[in-house]
Structures are given as structure tokens and as C-alpha cells.
């Protein structure tokens, strides 16, 4: 039995240009004589002006996730995945590999959705490692890692959405809000005739603490 990946439609865009950083900026201030002619600056202030920015020991550089270890132990793979021309996530055909919206945020990221899904099984494959999230109870850990850092998460909440239109239900793969971990795969019941799985089993989990180097 094949499953239908979810739809994210026309709200991609949007989350593409919101997904990108910000650069903090500043100029360099001058002082006046009673002339209103600007002076230099005394020799110190001016040793305050160049002294480089360091970053604090807090903050990370966000990457993509490149693993998932559910309650099970089990380790899935994690792909970057975009979108169809009909805005249909691309999710890897692979019952054993997840993918990761590009469009969403990363692990380190502050805020918004860190969007990461699979199929639940597949005719040829059988069930994936994500079948198990059909049952997932609140309070599971999920353990994302990227290429340089790892992010326990507490399953929150399961909730089953219709697998037709999303953009009613924008906190699945929204780039704004508290950072989150958002797993999805598709959830019974099953219709051939309307092409496959009608619902989508939607896991949310929030940070446990913040991500660590490996």
C-alpha cells in the first residue's frame, strides 16, 4: 500500500523567503565640535569601534538535520526535500528515509517548524520506522542530529489531519513561533479509490533543552 505525502501548497513561497536570517547592521558614529565640523574620535573609542564581534558560546549555526531516532531506537535517515510543481512535498519514496523540508526551519534554528516526514509503508517495502508514530504517546523523546549537532525533543501532542489542503493548518510547516519538531506521515483510513491513506498522523515535539556540538 503506497501513502500520499502531504500538500503544502501555495503557502511554499511565503516560507521560503521567511525561512532566510537577518544581519544585524550598524554605522560608526562621528562627534561635532561647537563648529558642527566632525572630530575624530579619541584613540580608544576608536580601538572600541574595530574590536571584532565574537559569538557567544549559546548560540550555534543552525544546519539540516540529517538523522531522527524515534522511541523504538530506531535511526532514520533524514533528506533535504522540496516541493512538486503542484506543491506536493517530495518525500523520498524510500520507507526507510525521511526528508526535511527545505522551505522550514533547521536544527539550531530559534524558532518555527522543523518539518521532517515519511511515507508509512509502501506495496513493495512493507511498513517504514515511521508506522510506529501511528501510536506515539506524549512524553516520547526524539533525538534530531545534523552533521555537528544533536537536539533531544518531548513528543507534545499527535493529532490526525485530513490529508487534503494545509493551509488551514500552517502551524504543521510554519517558519514563525516557538521551535518545534513536527513529524508526519500518512494515518489510516486507507481509500485505493481516492488515492490512498485520507489522513495525515501529525506529531509535534518541543525542545528538551538546546542543541549540543557532537
Do not use: K
Not at 536570517?21 to 562627534?31: P, V
Not at 515519511?118 to 506495496?123: G, K, L, Q, T, Y
Not at 545534523?146 to 518531548?154: C, K, M
Amino acid at each position: 500500500m503506497g501513502s500520499a505525502p502531504a500538500r503544502v501548497l501555495a503557502a511554499t513561497g511565503i516560507l521560503l523567503a521567511a525561512s532566510g536570517g537577518c544581519a544585524a547592521t550598524g554605522s560608526a558614529e562621528s562627534t561635532a565640535d561647537a563648529s558642527g565640523s566632525p572630530s575624530s574620535p579619541a584613540p580608544a573609542a576608536a580601538a572600541e569601534q574595530v574590536a571584532p564581534a565574537r559569538r557567544a558560546h549559546s548560540v550555534v549555526a543552525p544546519e539540516s538535520p540529517a538523522s531522527a531516532v524515534l522511541r523504538s531506537g530506531r535511526r532514520v535517515r533524514v533528506n533535504p526535500v522540496g516541493t512538486t510543481g503542484a506543491g506536493v512535498l517530495a518525500v523520498p519514496e524510500d520507507v526507510d528515509v525521511a526528508g526535511w523540508w527545505v522551505g522550514g526551519s533547521r536544527l539550531g534554528d530559534p524558532f518555527g517548524s522543523i518539518l521532517v516526514a515519511a511515507h508509512v509503508d509502501s506495496r513493495g517495502q512493507g511498513l517504514g520506522p515511521f508506522a510506529e508514530l501511528l501510536t506515539v504517546d506524549p512524553g516520547t523523546r526524539v533525538r534530531l542530529a545534523s552533521a555537528s549537532l544533536q537536539q533531544v525533543f518531548e513528543v507534545r501532542s499527535r493529532r490526525l489531519v485530513p490529508q487534503d489542503s494545509l493551509v488551514d493548518d500552517s502551524w504543521i510547516f510554519a517558519a514563525t513561533g516557538s521551535v518545534r519538531l513536527t513529524l508526519v506521515t500518512c494515518a489510516p483510513p486507507y481509500d485505493a479509490s481516492r488515492g490512498g491513506y485520507r489522513n495525515l498522523a501529525v506529531i509535534t515535539a518541543v525542545p528538551l533543552g538546546p542543541p549540543e556540538e557532537t
